[in-house]
């Protein structure tokens, strides 16, 4: 069966994978070839031994007189960081591992390994101090941006992270079990209009540029409104009655109409208005970061969730504004085709292909997530 295929964008979007442990690794290779090439080198072990512990010792110098140097400001702060606690302010500036007794074993190594060539160990231990004193004080020391980034995320303290969980918690959580409830009732009422039945979820739309519409008819003019889905009423947050719904749009493909709920993720607002404010700090590659970070995190929330299994839709893509004035409306056109031809290529056993451009088969599947798998064929799609 042929299928049809959306034009392909200009660029491949892309969204990152969560880091691996390949630097590590690298490390430990590095590490291999270095023993190989000192032990080639027909050296002898005594002096290369000597050497070695005396840069452990330097390193584990540079850790305490970092931590020294940290302390000197977190004393000001014990009352309002530390609830008043000096132990606390330790911790939170010196090691909590093994580099103390580290350094007391190189220590010792280094005594026992001294050879009398006429240098104290105390004028070794001044030396290596002056040398990490002279990188800390130049911020030599100050992580790399990957090294930060790889922080933030494996500590999950990007912005991102917090977004997509409150995204998830404050509202899809209680409003994705309802929609396809939500759905049915408005079928029930209106038997002609809703007919694809693998449709019936709420589409979220995820603009990596973060450019999000209030009205989506002056977004494309392919899109307009249809009509709203049947309240949801709770009482959250100190707020009585606090309405949830939903809209229904048309989308127009030519000759033909389709109709589904569809809306922007609302936190990507916030992303942009962070990126115009000056008190954020925030540009604009930044965002894009974050906007990719966002949604690989909600999508790893979403998959997680079973009661939100098979509800929701993410459509994530690159904005191209006003060179492609109906590109919104053909990106959810080919999600809308894709969920109805799944239905298809189960029961035929054929396999679809990934879609033109949009990702590569390294990168994260941006259009069909674990949630979305198929569902059983039905025959009222057309």
């Known amino acids: 069966m042929s299928r049809e295929r959306r034009p392909s964008p200009p660029g491949s979007l892309r969204i990152p994978r969560a880091r691996g442990g390949r630097a590590r690794r690298a490390g430990l290779l590095l590490l291999g070839i270095a023993a190989a090439a ?34 000197a400001e977190e004393i000001f702060h014990l009352q309002t960081r530390h609830h008043g606690s000096f132990q606390r302010a330790l911790c939170a500036c ?54 930060i980034s790889e922080m933030s995320e494996r500590s999950k303290q990007n912005v991102a992270h917090g977004l997509a969980w409150s995204y998830y918690v404050g509202y899809l959580k209680i409003v994705l079990p309802r929609v396809k409830k939500s759905l049915e009732e408005f079928s ?31 977004a494309d003019s392919n899109i307009q409104y249809l009509a709203d889905l049947s309240e949801t009423t709770l009482t959250r947050a ?17 000759d033909k109409l389709w109709r589904c709920a569809v809306e922007y993720a609302t936190p990507l607002q916030s992303l942009y208005a962070m990126s115009q404010d000056e008190c954020a700090a925030f540009d604009r590659e930044e965002r894009l970061e974050q906007a990719k ?13 079973r009661e939100c299994a098979g509800t929701y839709r993410l459509i994530a893509y690159e904005d191209l504004g006003e060179a492609e004035p109906h590109f919104l409306s053909r990106e959810i056109l080919w999600h809308l085709r894709q969920q109805r031809d799944e239905e298809f290529a189960v029961q035929e056993g054929t396999q679809l292909q990934d879609p033109p451009t949009t990702l590569s088969s390294t990168e994260l599947n941006l259009q069909i997530s674990m949630s979305d798998l198929p569902q059983p064929l039905r025959s009222d799609c057309f």
Request: charged letters at 20%; hydrophobic letters at 45%; aromatic letters at 8%.
């Open 238 to 254: 100190g707020t009585k009655k606090r309405v949830y719904k939903h809209s229904l749009y048309t989308i127009r493909d030519e």
């Open 188 to 218: 029930r009422a209106n038997p002609n209009v809703l007919i694809c039945r693998e449709t019936w979820k709420l589409h979220i739309l995820i603009p990596l540029s973060c450019d999000v519409y209030d009205d989506l008819e002056k």
């Open 293 to 305: 970070l966002f949604y690989r995190t909600l999508e790893e929330i979403l998959r997680g969730s």
């Open 38 to 71: 000192l032990c080639l080198a027909g050296q002898p072990l005594v002096p290369a031994a000597r050497f070695l512990t005396a840069h452990f010792v330097a390193l584990q110098l540079g850790v305490l007189l970092k931590g020294a140097c940290y302390l």
């Open 94 to 147: 010196f090691p909590r591992h093994w580099q103390g007794l580290t350094l007391l074993v190189c220590g010792s190594a280094c005594v026992a390994l001294m050879d009398g060539d006429g240098q104290t160990l105390s004028f070794q231990l001044g030396l290596a101090s002056l040398c990490q004193l002279l990188i800390l004080t130049l911020g030599l020391h100050k992580p790399s941006a990957v090294e």
